[in-house]
């Protein structure tokens, strides 16, 4: 009697447990909505003017570019609005030939008039403009045929028309400001509402050319905690996010999480206002490169889930070489060139200004700087309150990390004089650095182009214009009912349109 009993509890029980599992699946396969979390609430949904890695996340759900980077990385980039394409034989001219089924989400067709107006409000752009700088002219000699002229041969130009959204020009013209803050645009996902500080919600484009997504309600949640942000993966209350690594062990210790580890060629950096002392003195500069311990650095912000490197060019970027200048952690190296810099220790630097994201980058710098008689304190602010400092050159010292995806041309953004205000947040101006990048654009023979980027980075790293500190990992978490892609595109960006539930 007893071991029937027990026969039957026990199959009761795998009973109950084979349920559950059908259900998750059920469950799974039922659900239609996503909720994504952001480190930071946006500034703007402007399709040129945006400046930050979190208004790229929304922005690439809502519209669609010309082409498409393959995510392997090995194959040149696909058409998506851009149905085919050709090069003249000197390099010059860019043909591309738009697909007929494309339309906005509020009804219009695509056309090569509306392609034409993005390329150039695109190169207008402070922030994003560097991406086809080389682009000359741009027309359309039909309404599905758009050709982009060049003054000289620019191997990389398809790389940077995969950045470029393509927007209406009537819906521009007709409001800028609701363009920017109501967007309408061509991809798998439609603007429905945004509130300041919160959310952003977005609704699944049934009309969408490439088939309609499988999920159907997108959610942008606002957590800049990266504690809070870690307990609502775990809850459910999320389902994706970019991740800290100092929260990777308890997600990792948990099967209900699946972790994406993303190589970019981001980088995490201090970055000094040339135009305020003593930071316009190389050798103060090259003293703060080396003082401080970027492995330590590593291991104690980012878990070791980085790659130390002082170069601005990651080593797996085109341009990068080993002969190039690195510094290593020498202390008293810092205080011999303070010395001769007639800094007089301990020296107070003022404040080291960071958004909240970096303030445990900011205590690891201030205790190295510490070490060599450099003090300062911690100023933490509000996101888009830093970033406003930080471009309008309302700082002395800070730390942050930022990505120039692209041609390892768009590393001009952070040396040249005309991005003085965007990603130049050295605020360095200097006649050669500018000429070097010219001649590197205007480069058609790729071996001449490497000697050229040589010249660039040991420049950069001779000066110290910045003290470049690790090429992090990008980590994604998301909940393992979750399908993503294998492979994440190029510098880590991601498409709701390719995500399902299982």
């Known amino acids: 009697?007893?071991?029937?009993?027990?026969?039957?509890?026990?199959?009761?029980?795998?009973?109950?447990?084979?349920?559950?599992?059908?259900?998750?699946?059920?469950?799974?396969?039922?659900?239609?909505?996503?909720?994504?979390?952001?480190?930071?609430?946006?500034?703007?949904?402007?399709?040129?003017?945006?400046?930050?890695?979190?208004?790229?996340?929304?922005?690439?759900?809502?519209?669609?570019?010309?082409m498409y980077y393959n995510p392997d990385g090995k194959h040149d980039p696909e058409p998506r609005i851009a149905e085919s394409y050709e090069i003249s034989e000197d390099g010059l001219d860019y043909t591309f030939h738009l697909r007929d089924d494309v339309k906005f989400h509020d009804g219009a067709t695509v056309t090569a008039d509306d392609v034409v107006f993005s390329l150039e409000l695109f190169k207008q752009s402070e922030y994003?403009?560097?991406?086809?700088?080389?682009?000359?002219?741009v027309e359309a000699t039909d309404d599905s045929t758009v050709v982009c002229h060049l003054d000289t041969p620019y191997a990389p130009f398809l790389q940077g028309v995969l950045t470029p959204y393509i927007c209406e020009k009537a819906y521009y013209e007709k409001d800028e400001d609701t363009f920017a803050t109501n967007p309408v645009g061509t991809g798998p996902y439609k603007f429905v509402s945004r509130a300041t500080g919160s959310n952003i919600t977005l609704e699944a484009n049934e009309d969408y050319y490439r088939g309609a997504p499988e999920i159907k309600n997108l959610i942008f949640e606002v957590i800049p905690d990266a504690a809070t942000k870690a307990i609502a993966l775990q809850t459910g209350e999320v389902n994706f996010a970019e991740v800290d690594s100092s929260v990777l062990p308890q997600l990792q210790a948990n099967p209900q999480i699946k972790i994406a580890e993303v190589e970019t060629s981001g980088f995490a950096y201090v970055s000094m206002n040339l135009e305020k002392e003593p930071f316009n003195d190389p050798k103060v500069r090259q003293a703060i490169n080396y003082a401080i311990d970027r492995d330590n650095l590593v291991s104690v912000c980012y878990d070791g889930e980085a790659e130390v490197n002082s170069n601005i060019c990651a080593k797996a970027r085109s341009g990068y070489?080993?002969?190039?200048?690195?510094?290593?952690?020498?202390?008293e190296k810092a205080k011999e060139l303070l010395a001769e810099a007639g800094i007089e220790t301990p020296y107070d630097l003022g404040e080291i200004l960071v958004a909240e994201k970096y303030s445990n980058l900011a205590t690891v710098i201030q205790n190295d700087l510490k070490a060599v008689g450099l003090e300062m304190e911690i100023s933490?602010?509000?996101?888009?309150?830093?970033?406003?400092?930080?471009?309008?050159?309302?700082?002395?010292i800070t730390a942050l990390t930022m990505t120039l995806d692209g041609d390892t041309q768009s590393l001009e953004?952070?040396?040249?004089?005309?991005?003085?205000?965007t990603a130049n947040n050295a605020r360095y101006s200097d006649e050669e650095m500018d000429k070097l990048f010219d001649e590197a654009r205007a480069e058609t023979d790729n071996d001449k182009r490497l000697?050229?980027?040589d010249q660039i980075f040991t420049k950069a790293q001779d000066e110290a214009i910045y003290a470049v500190l690790c090429n992090p990992l990008t980590l994604y978490a998301y909940n393992a009912d979750l399908t993503c892609p294998e492979e994440f595109p190029f510098e880590g960006n991601y498409y709701v349109y390719d995500f399902n539930w299982a």
């Open 1 to 66: 009697m007893r071991m029937k009993k027990a026969l039957a509890i026990l199959t009761a029980v795998c009973t109950v447990t084979a349920s559950m599992c059908f259900a998750t699946v059920a469950q799974a396969a039922d659900k239609t909505d996503l909720v994504i979390a952001l480190d930071a609430d946006i500034d703007t949904l402007h399709a040129t003017n945006y400046s930050t890695g979190v208004e790229q996340d929304v922005l690439n759900q809502i519209y669609d570019t010309l």
């Open 128 to 137: 994003q403009g560097s991406q086809i700088s080389m682009l000359s002219s």
């Open 321 to 331: 070489s080993d002969d190039q200048p690195q510094y290593t952690y020498d202390p």
């Open 380 to 396: 933490v602010k509000e996101f888009n309150s830093y970033i406003s400092d930080l471009t309008s050159g309302n700082y002395g």
């Open 413 to 421: 953004m952070a040396f040249t004089s005309d991005y003085i205000g």
């Open 451 to 453: 000697e050229i980027f």
